[in-house]
């Protein structure tokens, strides 16, 4: 699982590097689908990775919730990026099997008490990130441009 985390924050820095030369209108700008704008969706990943770890799987409940009106230019969002990577990190690499079936529950919108495992919070963080980068892709491509590539394989992930 370590891998996937690492893998996806390989690609968030990718897209990080990609939106450097991308005018900051375009970024902010509303888009069909998705959350909303590409940047406002960089933020989006970094702040469900960060609520669900931190605030929700670590319990760590002194941290708030992030409002993108404070996070609103690429330099900030990278910045909130990295330093929340700093936090999540951690928890990530002390990952153990016993960890994978504790339960967190939480009341939903209906007042119903819904809870998940761990592992199964874990797991829709990752797939979370990737779902959100295949919707910059699909922006990028509107926009003339190649997007990041979204390859497992060549990014020494996997050679110790």
Partial sequence: ?????????????????????????????????????????????????HSWIILDLRGDREQKNLSFEKYNSLNKVRELSEKLHR????????????????????????????????????RHVIAHEIHHIGQLSVWSRELGRQPVTANLIRRGLFTD
């Avoid at 700008?29 to 969706?41: A, C, D, E, F, P």
């Avoid at 990952?95 to 919070?121: P, Q």
Wanted: glycine share 6%.
């Fill in 1 to 49: 699982m370590e891998k996937l985390f690492q893998y996806n924050w390989q690609v968030r820095d990718d897209w990080f590097n990609w939106c450097e030369n991308v005018p900051e209108e375009e970024l902010l700008k509303k888009r069909v689908g998705g959350v909303g704008s590409i940047l406002y969706t960089l933020f989006h990943i970094i702040e469900v990775e």
């Fill in 87 to 122: 936090e999540v990190e951690p928890f990530v690499a002390n990952w153990t099997n016993e960890m994978e079936a504790r339960l967190f529950s939480e009341t939903d919108v209906d007042g119903k008490t819904v809870s998940f495992t761990h592992g199964e919070i874990m």
